[in-house]
């Protein structure tokens, strides 16, 4: 009967390809053709297709921070060949800190298949492949799988399949491809330019792009990719990864980019960033005779002036104006005092454009790179900023008052301490304003860091004129002036209205923070805003004492001290804690057991998402760090990377398939206590601090509560 069945199943499937698919545990998995036979010298592109549990994923070829790629060996009759994975394109995947790459629900990974000319009709040959998955959620879990598809041979080439060869096509279609795009690379300062021109990108949708690069190591992957738009093309500045600190660099940058609904293969060299692929463009050849391709000081300086007007309409820039024009309505008919304020707003303006060019132009003779709105690039610079930002917006809702105060606003606008504000304004404004780089601005910048001295500074002088002639004009315009509301108690309102575009940029800054430090400086500088907004309200509780005859220097001293912590707090260096862990095996386990001592075992693996958000977030912290000095803690690291049995073993003598696992041994013996996949640093230094305690604790409540 079993050979009647055998045969039975050969005449089924007799002249039909044939796969089996197999369930891993968190996915099923087959190969599929999008024929139904194969011809002698036919390569013929199957797909193994994985139809991914809900909820989980699995990876691209460069997995980001954490995880691993499917992999396939292949198994086939002699002469028979497979080629590489045609890699989809994959989804981001941000978790915690991490950025990593890769596919959720259902994918299909084409592989080319070709049948040697030698092979003989007739014939059913078997396709096998060793497939191995890591399939992550909050876990991470290694998967395996024998995948099979039988394909016939015939004389001419196969048929179609009508259920997968739709699908296929597509599939392939879909994988990234060269599409002649030009593209190249450089390092400035702190970050990676990627330039790439081309047909594609001339008439693409660049509003949304993204980089996938193949390189693990190329870039930082969890920070953001900041796209400069060009007429052919497109620029982006990347935060550059551990091959940038070897020697010279990478001699390649390779990937994927993503460019609205489209993907292209990218390859990029080191070199002169492409004409077109944004504002700035390319530094002048030696071919050029420095004339910057083609554009000499007058286009320059028109260029300059025009950037400088528009960027009085760039977001970043309103916040400020907004508070200087508070003031300006405030001087009714007293056109001089308006004049002085105009004067001194200009010339604050013209002092920081021309400070921030001789910074930059001192760095290009010393061979630094850098690039206009350098100052945001430092985190200490955006962290002040953002304080400062803040204390205004404070002073204009009437917490504290710099210099006058509201009742003298419009008699005494015209002192020494008026002009001084109106020029730290303009000053102030520059600063936010420069890295929003407006039209025109670009081409004048690139132009005039590769000029003289003098030419240089001549592009920015004119950039600062243009940048400070609108609100100049106000102020020389008796006619506007006049028609400026009368100074009243409305001027109060406004004052206090335009608080909130200060906050905003306040907030817009702690957001650029956020992008550039880890969560703990981050949560320094919030703390830093706390405590500075509390020495603001008791600052004006001391200056209103003052103003009606009551003690104030308590108050005053007390606001002083906690402005000097606050600025500490941002300005101390920050020191991490060192925790090194001992590699794990079950007889240093036994040892430490065997002395009493407690002991966490954390069963991790570099792949594994869960387990570095959970390294970064909790077992990194300086809390965590004196925990485990202070209870005397033993920390084991079960590094399963290379899927060692014996933590394979370890794992399923828990009920875990795969990792995260975190065990914590009390000193007093029994069962180990399991925490969450999910870990915060309360847990760990509660769980600690059981461990180390003298009765052991109910070891069956604590691990339900898992």
Known sequence: MRLLAGMLMALAFAGHAFAQPVNTGHL?????????????????????RQQIQKG????????????????????????????????????????????????????????????????????????????TFLVCADICVPESAKLNLSLPVTAAPGERDGKW???????????????????AFEKRGPNVLLAVIGEPLKAADKSEAYFFPY???????????????????LTLTLTPGYDFQQGAGPSEFGGVLAVGDKAYEVTATPGALPAGAAGLG??????????????????????????????????CVFPILAMKAASLAGHGSEHAAARNQGLAFGAGVLATFLALAGVLIALKTVGGAVGWGFQLQSPLVVAGLALLMMLVALNLAGVFEVGTSLQNTGSGLATRGGFAGAFFTGALAVVVAAPCTAPFMGPAIGWAL???????????????????????????????????????????????????PMFGAAAWLLWVLAQQVEPVFLARVLAAAIVLAAAAWIGGAAQRGHAVGRAHMPQAALAAALTVLAVAAVAWPQTKPELTPEPYTPERLQVLRAEGRPVFVNYTAAWCVSCQVNERVALSTRDTASAFKRHKVAYLKADWTKRDPVIAAELAAHGRAGVPLYLVYGQGGGEPRILPNILTEGTVVSALQAAAGTEVADRSQTNASD
């Open 56 to 131: 989980w994923h699995t990876y691209w070829r460069n997995p980001g921070d954490s995880g691993e790629p499917t992999q396939l060996k292949w198994t086939l009759p002699a002469g028979w060949t497979a080629g590489d994975i045609a890699w989809p394109l994959p989804h981001r995947q941000p978790i915690g800190p991490l950025m990593n790459y890769g596919y959720s629900d259902e994918v299909l990974l084409p592989v080319p298949i070709t049948a040697p000319a030698s092979a003989r009709p007739g014939d059913n040959v078997t396709l096998s492949a060793d497939a």
């Open 215 to 233: 390189g693990g190591t190329l870039i930082d992957h969890a920070k953001p990719q900041v796209i400069e738009r060009g007429p052919a093309g």
């Open 165 to 183: 060869a739709g699908p296929l096509e597509k599939a392939l279609a879909a994988v990234p491809k060269p599409a002649g795009l030009a593209a």
């Open 450 to 500: 590769t000029q003289t001295t003098p030419a240089a500074l001549a592009v920015f002088t004119a950039l600062g004129l243009g940048f400070a002639l609108p609100f100049v004009a106000v102020a020389f315009a008796p006619a506007l002036i006049n028609r400026l509301p009368k100074p009243g108690p409305w001027m109060d309102v406004f004052k206090k209205a335009m608080a909130f």
């Open 282 to 315: 390319p530094p002048p050849s030696k071919a050029q005779g420095g004339s910057g391709g083609g554009m000499t000081l007058l286009p320059a300086v028109v260029f300059a002036f025009l950037g400088g007007l528009i960027l009085n309409l760039m977001p």
């Open 28 to 48: 099923t998995a087959e190969i599929v053709s999008p024929v139904r036979t194969i011809a002698p010298g036919q390569t013929v592109h199957v797909a193994v």
